[in-house]
């Protein structure tokens, strides 16, 4: 049992090594680019972010660190600007802007394959980088001889395995979406939907239902559905999809149900997904306000338990919208 001093010494280097992770210069993710990664937005910070933000800030969900010295992961839901909230270390200047040039506006047709995979692309990248910073932070925890005990006891060392192997699937999607935005191919199927506006955004890259034998199979990417939701001109647009060939069964059902859904089902399916599945989603402070504070304690507490190993998606018994 450590000792509250060795504890504070503790939470003092995973403070300065969280910090210096964030602050570490990554290159840009785009194919053949050495430059270095500014800051990108996985959302318009322009045409979309700002539909929910007020006095430049709206609300996301913490990160709360990668590994935790303590069992189960701590989250709140945190005020952020909107400079930073929905933002990774992805591509440099040059390719952040003449990239994702074609989805800037709120006018470019979201139902067309070369703007679907360019939403896609980036929510990839991100979870990508994601994966990455996380590996680095648990690098220099092993490294650091007053963690390196307590972090080969924990459960960070295997949760990095299983991030490497993410990263691997990630790069073969990723691989495939660069000849597609290059080259014109399709190797993936998308549907853009169309709803009543809600107060919110996400960007995710995720496994609906986790099979975990499935997931150890290393040459074979896991099944994965790419998801965009997007508030713009007064209506709220959803840009879901999956690849042709590494897909399973649960994920094709999922990613078709979004199309089948009336506005009262939406709000329900996002309130399941936020409690279980999406980590990368934003609210507006409007919004945020008028939520009754048990649900959001309720998204919390989905997120807090130790024992939620996320395999399925959870059905929540509240709506979060009404
Ligand atoms: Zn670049």
């Known amino acids: 049992m450590s000792q509250p001093k060795e504890l504070r010494e503790m939470r003092k280097i995973l403070e300065a090594i969280d910090k210096n992770v964030n602050s570490k210069s990554w290159p840009c993710l785009y194919p053949g680019c050495q430059e270095v990664a500014i800051n990108s937005h996985l959302l318009q910070r322009n045409s979309v972010l700002s539909t ?21 992961r701590i989250r709140e839901f945190k005020l952020t600007s909107a400079k930073k909230a929905l933002s990774e270390p992805l591509f440099c200047n040059h390719h ?71 990263i691997a699937d990630l790069e073969h999607f990723k691989r495939d979406m660069e000849e597609d935005i290059l080259s014109g191919t399709n190797h993936f199927e998308f549907v853009t939907c169309d709803f009543p506006i ?46 042709k060939i590494h897909v399973d069964s649960p994920t094709l059902s999922h990613v078709h149900e979004w ?28 919004l945020y306000r008028q939520i009754p504070k048990g649900k959001l304690t309720g998204i919390l507490q989905f997120w807090n338990n130790p024992a939620h190993h996320h395999l399925y998606e959870e059905q929540v018994d509240f709506n979060l919208f009404r």
């Open 52 to 72: 929910l933000v007020e006095n430049g800030h709206l609300y996301e969900l913490s990160t709360a660190g990668s590994f935790q010295l303590e069992p189960g």
């Open 198 to 243: 809600l107060d919110v955004c996400a960007s995710a890259v995720f496994t609906p239902v986790v099979n975990p034998i499935a997931s150890m199979i290393p040459e074979e990417p896991v099944s994965t559905e790419f998801l965009n939701i997007i508030p713009t001109n007064g209506r709220l647009k959803v840009i879901v999809g999956h690849h």
């Open 96 to 166: 952040d802007h003449s990239v994702f040039l074609p989805i800037e506006s709120n006018d470019s047709d979201w139902t067309a394959y070369v703007n679907q995979i360019l939403f896609a692309y980036r929510s990839t990248c991100s979870e990508l980088r994601k994966k990455q910073r996380a590996i680095e932070t648990g690098r220099r925890r092993a490294q650091s001889n007053i963690l390196s005990a307590s972090w080969a006891q924990s459960r960070g060392p295997q949760t990095v395995e299983e991030m490497r192997m993410g």
């Open 259 to 286: 199309s089948k859904m009336d506005a009262e089902a939406l709000e329900q399916k996002l309130t399941n997904l936020f409690a279980s599945r999406l980590e990368t989603w934003c609210l507006s402070p409007r």
